[in-house]
């Protein structure tokens, strides 16, 4: 069963912040006819200032300092017009938990001890046997006391609990900025080891030709904005077209289709990325104003997926079809896009290609492979 605190946090700020205001007109209300004793109504001021101080709550969420002063104000209107008191944490409550909350404390604290030393001060001064006495002046202000160390505690329960948030929330983004979300949601789930098999995938490698080479006659600073550049415009284009991206090694980028979630177009969808990575790159020049070039090369068919390590973990692929994949980069040729066979099946309907002549790859014998020209018109 979902708890109160939940039902709570599920009701939307301007409902919230409309029923504290109207709670609050109620009860300044009716601490002033309450006040002001019988035959003695208060002039239209008074409820103006209760009113105005209620009004406040609407916006307390947006100006929470302004808010709490101008209740502050509207109070001491209320007092210096000779008003008969009212509890001032009544109606100052919510503007000091508020403002508490958003980190104003000095402000908060300056508001609480005026309106606590403050009245307790004046009336003592105006002391006499027909008024009041000491034990009862020493009684409304330990009230008081009471009532804003409570709103205060609220105010740091709040302002924790969004701290807290903030934090899971930002570590949130660095998880996910590390992992593919549903990844992500496992190892939160408590899964010690995440390792998975899948039966066809699609990855691609792609390599920035001659850029180590021609990386040291620049300074370290422009190698790293050249490649940040570049690599982001690539993470917006594996985004686009819903891919995984899946680590970086120099000037080397590496993305995947079909998984953590598995999809049937995941051929289709690296595709796109290469011509859109090949198209990007050719718009681009290296900090000494040469013209970049990439190699890219791709595979389709099962890999393994997991997570790896405990401490700077990453998501990471094995199998042939990676090695395979990796192998058509670097056996590839500046500018182009190579794939293999069973890549080429997969997309010969939909794309254009040019044949190769069988070629020699190390570690794989002879391949008959396949540059990916554009997309069928």
């Known amino acids: 069963m979902t708890c109160l605190g939940e039902r709570l946090r599920r009701v939307p700020a301007p409902v919230v912040d409309a029923g504290l205001a109207v709670a609050l007109a109620v009860a300044v209300t009716i601490g002033i006819r309450v006040a002001t004793g019988p035959g003695k109504p208060p002039d239209a001021l008074a409820y103006a200032c ?3 101080i209620a009004a406040l709550a609407l916006v307390r969420r947006r100006w929470p300092l302004g808010v709490l002063l101008a209740s502050a104000a509207a109070l001491q209107i209320y007092y210096l017009s000779q008003y008969t008191s009212t509890y001032p944490a009544v109606p100052l409550s919510v503007a000091l938990a508020t403002a508490w909350a958003a980190g104003h404390r000095r402000w908060s604290l300056v508001v609480t001890a005026w309106y606590v030393i403050g009245p307790l001060a004046y009336a003592v001064s105006q002391l006499s046997e027909e008024t009041r006495t000491p034990l009862t002046l020493l009684g409304d202000a330990v009230s008081n006391t009471a ?12 302002r924790s609990r969004r701290a807290l948030a903030a934090e899971q929330q930002r570590s949130e983004r660095l998880l996910l900025n590390v992992l593919p979300a549903p990844i992500a949601e496992r190892l939160k789930a408590g899964e ?9 995938v699609t990855v691609l490698f792609a390599d920035l030709v001659d850029f180590t080479r021609s990386s040291r006659q620049i300074s370290p600073a422009q190698v790293v904005a ?6 982001s415009a690539f993470d917006a284009l594996a985004q686009r077209q819903g891919l995984e991206k899946i680590k970086t090694i120099g000037d080397a980028y590496m993305v995947a289709g079909g998984l953590p979630q598995p999809r049937p177009d995941h051929a289709q969808a690296i595709a796109e990325m290469a011509l859109a990575m090949q198209a990007e790159v050719a718009r681009r020049t290296d900090p000494s104003g040469q013209p970049l070039a990439v190699r890219i090369g791709i595979d389709t068919g099962p890999v393994e997926a997991g997570v790896i390590g405990t401490s700077k973990f990453s998501y990471d692929l094995w199998g ?3 090695n395979t994949a990796s192998r058509m980069e670097s056996h590839g040729v500046p500018g182009c896009i190579q794939v293999t066979e069973r890549t080429y099946q997969r997309l010969r309907d939909g794309y254009r290609f ?9 570690g794989m014998g ?6 990916l020209v554009g997309r069928n018109r």
Do not use: C, H, K
């Open 366 to 371: 002879e391949m008959l492979t396949w540059f």
């Open 354 to 362: 040019q044949r190769r002549e069988p070629i020699q790859v190390r």
């Open 320 to 322: 042939d079809t990676v």
């Open 147 to 158: 009532m804003f160390a409570a709103v205060l505690v609220l105010g740091e329960a709040v």
């Open 226 to 231: 050249t490649l940040n550049e570049l690599f």
């Open 192 to 200: 010690a080891v995440i390792a998975d098999a899948f039966p066809e």
């Open 50 to 52: 209760g009113l105005i």
